[in-house]
């Protein structure tokens, strides 16, 4: 009970320690000289320093990556990693996400001992949740904030359309937009007008904004404005033309998911509620459950009967989720 105790405390500190190493500001001078710094570039005169007040206000939202270089060490491939975090939206450095996983995978771990579960048991549940749910919630924030673009995108379309037809240049009408424009959409413009004034050239600053977002429609949008770039011709009526296929190609997605609702509801109560089950069974009473993690040695593979059973099931399971998954999936 003392070692357990004492590794209780352990995990706890370490938690602790994670989140303020994470989560700590910087320091308030550097702060208040940083203020300072940018108050006297953003009233200076000079278009130097008007310029360099513009790239730093641009990088400022960069992960500087000097803090928790230890957790960050640990991804194997950050820039794919970075690009999922800059997709949400969120102003997220790497540390902080490591952090998040760090402190999911003790609070599991932390949770499962005080249940009685043994410590590799634990460790290997704490260490794929850990892994596990910030995936899968960062993925989450990546589909609401595309669904959200895509759902006011063509409303941007249109804004354009009028700004064309009334003689302004794209440029201004971009800046209207993204003042216009709540919600996703207005800040990836905005941040295509501020990459555009600090230099960068529009080709570069859409395929920048179409890479993190990653969504077809917007690149249909940056090819349409390639091609009349090189060949003329009307854009505004391009444009429209443009907003008109993308809202029919939402109302096809909508009446495609009311079609397979039914499908998707049967495939996540059958797929979900074994898991469910076993997790909560084994969380009330771990005992009766214990056989399922005890080896037989005179088994198949050194696996219990119960075992075996349990991963032919998974098997069946897995591959009925991937068939209704498969009849549902639908390419617009």
Same mark, same amino acid.
């Given at each position: 009970m003392d070692g357990n105790f004492l590794l209780i405390l352990v995990l706890v500190a370490t938690m602790l320690g994670l989140v303020v190493v994470a989560f700590a500001g910087p320091s308030p001078d550097k702060a208040q000289k940083r203020r300072v710094a940018l108050i006297r570039g953003r009233h200076s005169d000079s278009t130097e320093a008007m310029m360099e007040a513009r790239m730093r206000k641009a990088i400022s939202t960069r992960a500087t %990556? /000097?803090?928790?270089?230890?957790?960050? *060490?640990?991804? @194997?491939?950050?820039?794919?990693? =970075?690009?999922?975090?800059r997709m949400t939206g969120k102003k997220w450095t790497l540390s902080q996400y490591m952090t998040s996983c760090a402190v999911v995978f003790l609070l599991t771990t932390l949770?499962?001992?005080?249940?009685?579960? @043994?410590?590799?048991?634990? #460790?290997?549940? $704490? #260490? =794929? =949740? $850990? #892994?596990?749910?910030?995936?899968?919630?960062? $993925?989450?924030?990546? /589909?609401k904030r595309i669904h959200q673009f895509n759902a006011k995108f063509p409303d941007a379309l249109e804004l354009l359309t009028r700004g064309l037809r009334s003689g302004l240049p794209v440029g201004e009408t971009l800046g209207i937009v993204s003042s216009e424009i709540p919600g996703p959409v207005g800040e990836e413009f905005k941040l295509i007008t501020?990459?555009?004034?600090? %230099?960068? *050239?529009?080709?570069?600053?859409? !395929?920048?904004?179409?890479?993190? &977002? %990653?969504?077809?429609?917007? !690149?249909?949008?940056?090819? +349409? #404005?390639?091609?009349?770039?090189? +060949? %003329?011709? /009307? &854009?505004?009526?391009?444009?429209? /033309?443009? =907003?008109?296929?993308?809202? !029919?190609?939402? !109302?096809?997605? &909508?009446?495609?998911?009311a079609m397979s609702s039914e499908s998707k509801a049967s495939a996540y109560i059958i797929g979900v509620l074994p898991f469910l089950v076993f997790g909560m069974i084994c969380y009330i009473n771990f005992g009766y459950m214990s056989p399922f993690f005890t080896p037989d040695p005179a088994g198949i593979f050194g696996l219990s009967t119960m075992q075996v059973v349990g991963i032919g099931g998974m098997c069946w399971m897995a591959i009925g989720a991937f068939i209704m998954a498969q009849m549902i999936n639908f390419e617009i």
């Open positions: %990556g /000097n803090e928790a270089k230890m957790l960050v *060490s640990l991804i @194997p491939n950050p820039e794919n990693l =970075a690009k999922r975090i949770l499962l001992l005080m249940r009685g579960f @043994p410590f590799l048991l634990a #460790l290997m549940v $704490g #260490l =794929a =949740a $850990g #892994l596990a749910l910030p995936h899968l919630w960062v $993925g989450r924030l990546i /589909n501020e990459r555009i004034k600090i %230099g960068k *050239s529009m080709d570069q600053a859409l !395929q920048e904004t179409a890479d993190r &977002l %990653g969504t077809p429609e917007f !690149q249909f949008f940056v090819i +349409t #404005l390639a091609i009349q770039r090189e +060949t %003329g011709g /009307n &854009l505004a009526e391009t444009l429209q /033309n443009l =907003a008109t296929v993308l809202r !029919q190609r939402a !109302q096809m997605k &909508l009446k495609i998911r």
